[in-house]
C-alpha cells in the first residue's frame, strides 16, 4: 500500500485544461499579451525577492527540486503521451474496423474520466494488484489521459492534409505506409505543432496533480514548505508565478518551431 | 493470373499485337449514381489517346481507374496483362510503370524540386543519391526547368509546378502516363509550356492517356480521341474524323459548345 498523504485533502481540484495559449510567431510588436504577462511575472518576483527576502528567497530555494521532478514527470509524460497520441491517430483514421474501433473507444473511455481520477485510480485502485511509484503511476496516468487527446491533434492534423498529396504519392508507387511517413505526416506536423505544444504546456501544469500523491513536485514541495511554516499567501505566490514563467517561456519555444517548419511557405 | 506471366519490370517491352492496357467491361458507382458504364478499351503500346467529353461524363474517373486511384465495382483493368484488381499483383509494383500528372500538380510542397523529383527513385529503386540526382536533374532539364531544382514548389508558377510534376512521373521511367486535365489549372499564358513537354514526351513514342480540353493538342498529338459522356465511351477513332465528321448527336452538341 502507498503511504497515504496527509495533504490529501486539500486543494486537488485540478482538472484537465486547455494548455497556454502559442503566441502568433508573426507578431512583433514588443507590447503584447506574452511580453506583458513574463515581464510582469518576472518583476514581481524579483521584487518580492529584493524587497522581502524573508521569507521569499528562502520560498526560492526551496522550490528548485521540486521543479526538476516536475520537469523530469513533463518530459517523460511527453516521451510516452505523443507516440501514442500518434498511434492512436494513425488508428483513428485506419480503414481496419478493429484498430480503428480500439482507437475510438480509447479516446471516448479517457476522455470520459477526470485526470485527477485516472491518476488515483492507477496509484490506488490498482494498487490491489500492483504497487507502483507515485511518480511512475503520475507518468502512466498523464502518458494515457494525454495520449488520447493528443490522438485527436494527430487524426484533425493528418486529415487536414489534401486528399491530392496522398494520390501523387500513391501513384508513384508508394505504399500506404510509406506515404504516411515520407508525404503526410511530414506535412501535417506544422499544423500538428503548435496544439501539441499546448498539450505538453496542460500537461505540465497537470503534474501539479502529482503532489497528492507525495510526489516532490514544485506543488508538493510548496505544500511541505506550508506545512512548516504556514506562510499559505508568499508560498503559493511564488508557485503560481513560477510556473506562470514556466509555461510562458515553453509557448514561446513552440512559437519559434512553429515558425521555423514554415521554411517551404515561399514567397 | 497464372504463374507464366512475365515478372512486372517498368519499362519492359509487350509484344506488340498484345495491348499494353486492356480495360474490360468496368463499372464504378458513387452511390446509386453510375460514374462509368461498362466501358471496354485497349490501348496499345506507343499509342497517344486523348479523352474528352463533358464534366460529369466520367473521363477522370476512368483515367484514374487504370492505377487504381478509384476502385472500380466491376469489370477487369489488366495493365501488362496484369490485373490489377488482383491480390496476387502488387498494385504499388504496377503503378510505377504508370506514371500519373494531376490537375492541381500535387508537388510535395515540404520537399525541393530536385527532392520531390528524386524521392520515389531515391525511396523505392533504391538508387543512390547521387543516380537518383542525377536522373532527376536530367529530367528537369528535359522539362527545362533545371535551374529551379533547389526552391520549393511554393516558390513556382504554376505552369513550372506542372513540368516538374510530369518530370517527377517520369522519373520512375514508367511506360505509360496518364494525364488528368494538366492544364485545366493554369492561367492561359502558361498552357503553352507544359503542353510543349507533353508533345515532347509523345514525339519519344511514350504511351499517353490525356483528359484535356485542349482541343489543338488533341487534333495533333492524338492517334485516337475518345469522346465520353454519362459514363460511356460514346465515339471514338482518328481525332480529325471525330473533329470534322462527328456522327454522335452528343459529340455534335458538345463539339457546338466548344469550338
Redesign the interface.
Known amino acids: 500500500m502507498p503511504e497515504p498523504d496527509e495533504n490529501h485533502s486539500k486543494g486537488n481540484i485540478v482538472l484537465v485544461t486547455d494548455g497556454a495559449s502559442i503566441p502568433d510567431p508573426r507578431e512583433w510588436r514588443l507590447i503584447n499579451a506574452w511580453s506583458i504577462s513574463l515581464a510582469g511575472a518576472i518583476c514581481v518576483l524579483a521584487g518580492l525577492f529584493l524587497f522581502s527576502p524573508d521569507p521569499y528567497e528562502r520560498i526560492v530555494r526551496y522550490l528548485p527540486d521540486g521543479m526538476l521532478v516536475t520537469f523530469k514527470i513533463t518530459i517523460m509524460s511527453i516521451c510516452f503521451a505523443v507516440p501514442l497520441g500518434l498511434l492512436t491517430g494513425l488508428g483513428r483514421i485506419s480503414r481496419n474496423r478493429g484498430i480503428n474501433l480500439i482507437a475510438s473507444t480509447y479516446v471516448e473511455i479517457i476522455r470520459g474520466i477526470p485526470l485527477l481520477v485516472q491518476l488515483f485510480y492507477i496509484y490506488y485502485a490498482l494498487s490491489r494488484f500492483v504497487t507502483v511509484s507515485g511518480t511512475t503511476s503520475a507518468v502512466i496516468a498523464i502518458s494515457i489521459c494525454y495520449g488520447a487527446y493528443m490522438g485527436e491533434v494527430f487524426r484533425a492534423g493528418i486529415s487536414a492534409i489534401?486528399k491530392?498529396?496522398t494520390?501523387?504519392?500513391?501513384?508513384?508507387?508508394?505504399?500506404r505506409v510509406?506515404t504516411m511517413f515520407?508525404?503526410v505526416l511530414?506535412?501535417a506536423w506544422r499544423t500538428i505543432l503548435p496544439p501539441v505544444g499546448n498539450e505538453c504546456i496542460a500537461m505540465l501544469k497537470d503534474t501539479a496533480l502529482v503532489s497528492i500523491m507525495a510526489v516532490p513536485d514544485i506543488m508538493q514541495r510548496a505544500r511541505s514548505f506550508v506545512g512548516t511554516t504556514y506562510l499559505y499567501f508568499e508560498t503559493y505566490t511564488v508557485v503560481a508565478l513560477v510556473y506562470l514563467i514556466i509555461t510562458l517561456l515553453l509557448s514561446k519555444a513552440v512559437s519559434i518551431m512553429e515558425s521555423r517548419l514554415n521554411?517551404?511557405?515561399?514567397? | 493470373m497464372t504463374a507464366n506471366d512475365p515478372p512486372m519490370t517498368p519499362g519492359a517491352g509487350v509484344p506488340n499485337d498484345a495491348p499494353i492496357i486492356s480495360v474490360r467491361n468496368i463499372w464504378k458507382f458513387f452511390g446509386n449514381l453510375p460514374a462509368l458504364q461498362d466501358v471496354s478499351l485497349d490501348v496499345r503500346a506507343g499509342e497517344r489517346l486523348v479523352l474528352i467529353g463533358p464534366s460529369g461524363s466520367g473521363k477522370s474517373t476512368f483515367l484514374r481507374a487504370i492505377n487504381r486511384l478509384e476502385e472500380v465495382d466491376r469489370g477487369q483493368i489488366l495493365v501488362k496483362g496484369q490485373n490489377i484488381m488482383s491480390r496476387e499483383n502488387n498494385i504499388n509494383l504496377i503503378r510505377r510503370d504508370l506514371g500519373m500528372v494531376f490537375q492541381q500538380f500535387n508537388l510535395f510542397p515540404h520537399k525541393t524540386v530536385l527532392q520531390n523529383v528524386s524521392m520515389a527513385p531515391l525511396k523505392l529503386l533504391k538508387l543512390s543519391r547521387d543516380e537518383a540526382e542525377d536522373r532527376a536533374l536530367a529530367l528537369l532539364k528535359k522539362v527545362g526547368i533545371s535551374d529551379k531544382a533547389n526552391v520549393y514548389p511554393a516558390m513556382l508558377s504554376g505552369g513550372q509546378q506542372q513540368r516538374v510534376a510530369i518530370a517527377r512521373a517520369l522519373a520512375m521511367q514508367p511506360s505509360i502516363m496518364l494525364f488528368d486535365e494538366p492544364t485545366s489549372a493554369l492561367d492561359p499564358e502558361m498552357v503553352g509550356e507544359v503542353l510543349d513537354v507533353m508533345v515532347n514526351l509523345a514525339e519519344e513514342g511514350m504511351t499517353m492517356l490525356c483528359v484535356t480540353h485542349e482541343m489543338g493538342f488533341a487534333r495533333t498529338v492524338a492517334d485516337r480521341l475518345i469522346f465520353m459522356a454519362d459514363g460511356q465511351i460514346v465515339e471514338s477513332g482518328q481525332p480529325e474524323a471525330l473533329f470534322t465528321a462527328p456522327r454522335h448527336p452528343r459529340l455534335k452538341q458538345f463539339l457546338n459548345q466548344i469550338l
Open positions: 489534401p491530392g498529396q494520390e501523387a504519392a500513391r501513384s508513384l508507387g508508394f505504399s510509406q515520407l508525404v511530414p506535412q521554411y517551404y511557405d515561399g514567397k
